[in-house]
């Protein structure tokens, strides 16, 4: 199954998760990930409406995406959040330094 799909590359990246990502995926989850934004550094918008599952691996994925794209002064957001996945950012305190809707 795909967990990345470039949605839209046209203002921002709109990249679609989807699934399961954990420690067994996300090696492909960043690759992919980064394999996108190298071609076109622009804002990310993550479009988590398909995302069903995270682990503490994902975050700190996910963080250092984060990071490289603030080095390049871009944003990353993450968009239809599930609400225990919104959980999961807040408690790690991940919704203070990213926008999360």
Request: aromatic share 6%; with cysteine.
């Amino acid at each position: 199954m795909q967990q990345v799909k470039l949605l839209s590359a046209e203002e921002k990246l709109i990249i679609a998760l989807s699934g399961e990502i954990d420690a067994a995926t996300v090696e492909d989850f960043y690759a992919e990930v980064h394999a996108i934004y190298t071609h076109d550094k622009k804002d990310i918008v993550f479009d988590c409406s398909a995302l069903t599952f995270i682990d503490s691996t994902t975050l700190g994925t996910i963080v250092k995406i984060l990071k490289q794209l603030k080095q390049d002064g871009n944003v990353l957001s993450l968009k239809n959040v599930q609400p225990r996945i919104r959980k999961i950012f807040q408690i790690c305190s991940l919704d203070r330094i990213m926008e999360i809707d």
